[in-house]
């Protein structure tokens, strides 16, 4: 994470498999997530290949990101 700052990198902690937590689950995972210092300040995403939760949001943040030539 240092390193990716340091190259202003931008990131995102994609959290998979987010179909099996239950809503208390994630609300405990978000929790853990603020307190982790390294980690607070970081835009996550909850995701799931399953249901397809979060693939368009991940989509966007992907293609802000990246130039593409066709």
Not at 27 to 34: F, N, W
Not at 39 to 50: G, M
Request: glycine residues 2%; aromatic residues 10%.
């Amino acid at each position: 994470m240092d390193w990716l700052d340091y190259h202003r990198i931008p990131s995102l902690i994609v959290l998979t498999k987010t179909d099996k937590l239950s809503q208390i689950e994630r609300a405990k995972q978000k929790k853990c997530l603020s307190e982790n210092p390294l980690l607070s300040n970081r835009p996550f995403l909850f995701f799931s290949a399953v249901s397809g939760e979060g693939k368009d949001e991940l989509w966007k943040v992907i293609l802000q990101y990246v130039k593409v030539d066709l």
